[in-house]
């Protein structure tokens, strides 16, 4: 028999690059879809479709989950509950913190172990270098199916709490949400102007070239609690902020982002923060008023 052997259950996009990877990888791969007919391409390639969540879960200890989020996790897990025990559950589904832990003490309640992941790439990406997921829940169950989780993306194991993959999955996310519809904002205002994406593309790359000098100066300010106005005054930021809620006013496009920015400025104004350095609106996003 193969040692090397994994049950996949979820076959979106993202479930298919990981059974198509242990695939290239020799891996025995068994799977399992609420629609059976996405398995279809990857049966065709040697993996074995289980007719049931039971048969999928009976067929190894590692049980990769790739679903939409954890009320899918229960959705195809609780019925089949029974047959969770002694299973390594490595839960590749987003979704909150909390929920990841309370879907460890589930599973723990079952006899299983939970490991939380959370993918930092796309589909793509599977089984490209580069790649990474976090992963925190139990130390030993991690340790022991590594190797196999390596196949999929470098592993960064993020600590026992179950919530920790989660809030650094969101964390990240929060990044690109934030960042990326930030850019289709600059989008929408260019081309209400008659300017292309193609023609901002040099500048709006320039400007995120830029970003790691100042996460870093920013993040090591809010660490030290230490705001000094030395190279930025909130003041002028607050300036800077209204000018581009006005621009795209100007421009008729949305104006809910640019006005939340602008509004987040001015209540760290209202605090008294004008000399301070930008960095000093971590207390307002951390404290909202009442
Ligand atoms: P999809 O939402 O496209 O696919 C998810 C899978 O969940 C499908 O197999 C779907 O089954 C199943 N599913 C959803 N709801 C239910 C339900 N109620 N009962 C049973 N099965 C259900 O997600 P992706 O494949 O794109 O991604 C999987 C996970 O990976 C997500 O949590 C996502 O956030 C995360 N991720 C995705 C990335 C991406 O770029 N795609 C990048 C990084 C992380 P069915 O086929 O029957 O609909």
Redesign the pocket.
């Known amino acids: 028999m193969n040692e090397q052997s994994v049950t996949v ?9 990981m059974v198509d990877t242990y695939l290239d990888h020799g891996y025995d791969v068994t799977v399992w ?4 007919a ?1 398995a279809e391409a990857l049966v065709a390639r040697g993996a074995v479709l289980a007719p049931t969540v039971e048969e999928a879960l009976a067929a190894n200890e590692l049980i990769v989950l ?4 954890y ?2 996790v229960y ?2 897990l609780e019925p089949a509950a029974a047959s969770l025990s002694g299973k390594v559950v490595a839960n ?4 909150t913190p909390d929920r990841a832990r309370e879907a460890a003490a589930w599973a723990a309640g079952h006899g299983a172990k939970h490991l939380t992941g ?6 793509p990406l599977i089984g490209k270098p580069g790649s990474a997921t976090y992963y925190s829940g139990p130390k030993d169950a991690f340790d022991a199916h590594e190797a196999a989780l390596k196949v999929l993306t470098d592993t960064d194991y993020r600590g026992a709490d179950p919530g920790l993959a989660a809030l650094y ?1 969101q964390a990240q996310m929060t990044v690109f949400w934030t960042s990326m519809l930030g850019y289709h904002q600059a989008l929408a205002l260019g081309r209400a102007n008659g300017v292309t994406a193609k023609e901002l593309l040099p500048y709006a790359t320039m400007q995120m070239a830029m970003m790691p000098h100042f996460l870093e100066l920013y993040g090591e300010r809010v660490d030290s609690g230490a705001h000094p106005g030395d190279v930025d005054r909130l003041a002028m930021g607050a300036a800077s902020a209204d000018h581009v809620l006005h621009t795209h006013e100007e421009a008729g496009v949305d104006t809910v982002l640019p006005a939340a920015v602008a509004r987040i400025f001015r209540a760290g104004m209202d605090r008294g923060f004008a000399e301070n350095s930008f960095s000093r609106l971590i207390e307002v996003l951390e404290k909202p008023a009442a």
């Open positions: 259950i979820g076959l979106g996009p993202m479930g298919r690059a879809n609420r629609t059976a996405r790739s679903l939409t989020d009320d899918a959705a195809v590749l589904s987003s979704d959370g993918v930092q790439v796309p589909p999955y």
